[in-house]
């Protein structure tokens, strides 16, 4: 038997050559189907195979079609982007959180004609003023507060400000005709003890009320109006307390009307807290 097949109008093809172009076209299709199913790294291969079979007495030689590969992408490439922006958006959301519970107490945003209201900063105390009396938020409903948080052995914001705060209270009445209760709350109270406090203040302007009390309350008052203290440069008994130094103005409804930073002088501030009283109803 010839190693070929015949028929009757075609010419003669060697079993090898039939073979190899039946493999070839498999090859190519399955080539095929793995770049459209299966992403890879861009790979190009080129190469060429002899035919066993001869025309006209030479070798043919047929290249294989070159087939892209991909090679597939790590995790990485997916887990780093994720992470930042996972880090970018929970970074917005804590910004946005932040800002939203500093609202000041009786202030909010409007929705439906409705305005919401919550005690953000502020909230319920319970101190001691310069005479051992016991003083709570309840004393202060129907006036207008400016609330101060310092400590007598500040050595320079301080006093500076306590000096402020008294000049201001001169402007508003003899200028403005108005009326304001200044209130000095210490946030060391391991020093300021009700008698260092009235002697502290008799200099400045005796008007001023001191509140001092056991440093449980005093932190909780803190964190109430979000006042941020610590203590630095501890020798002993001796060391200084970092502060924020907030001033704020509490309307009658104890909301807080206004907050005041270190950057207002007296004039400014008496007229800043004129503003604020005609503003409101009364």
């Not at 047929?62 to 991909?70: A, C, G, K, L």
């Not at 107490?105 to 919401?116: D, L, M, R, Y």
């Not at 440069?233 to 930073?261: I, T």
Request: proline share 6%.
């Amino acid at each position: 038997m010839n190693d070929c097949f015949t028929t009757k109008h075609s010419k003669t093809m060697p079993v090898s050559r039939f073979l190899f172009f039946s493999s070839k076209r498999r090859s190519t299709e399955a080539f095929n189907l793995l770049k459209r199913c299966h992403p890879s790294r861009r790979v190009q291969t080129c190469n060429y195979s002899k035919s066993s079979g001869y025309s006209n007495g030479k070798t043919r030689i047929h290249p294989v079609i070159p087939v892209e590969t991909r090679a597939p992408r790590s995790w990485g490439a997916y887990i780093i982007p994720a992470a930042i922006l996972g880090f970018a958006g929970l970074a917005t959301f804590v910004h946005y959180n932040d800002e939203r519970r500093a609202i000041l107490k009786g202030q909010g945003s409007k929705s439906g004609g409705n305005t919401v209201k919550g005690p953000t900063i502020g909230g319920p105390f319970t101190l001691i003023d310069t005479k051992n009396q016991i003083v709570t938020e309840q004393d202060f409903y129907g006036k207008w507060v400016l609330l101060y948080f310092g400590y007598t052995s500040s050595p320079d914001v301080g006093p500076e400000q306590v000096r402020i705060i008294a000049k201001a209270v001169d402007i508003l009445e003899s200028k403005y005709h108005n009326e304001i209760l200044p209130v000095f709350v210490t946030i060391d109270p391991q020093r300021d003890t009700p008698a260092q406090l009235h002697a502290y203040l008799r200099e400045f302007d005796s008007r001023i009320l001191g509140l001092t009390g056991p440093v449980s309350a005093i932190r909780q008052m803190a964190q109430e109006y979000r006042i941020f203290f610590k203590k630095i440069e501890e020798e002993g008994d001796d060391y200084l307390v970092e502060s924020s130094h907030n001033m704020y103005l509490l309307n009658p409804k104890l909301e807080v009307a206004r907050c005041f930073g270190v950057e207002y002088n007296a004039e400014e501030l008496s007229e800043a807290i004129t503003k604020e009283l005609r503003s409101t109803p009364s």
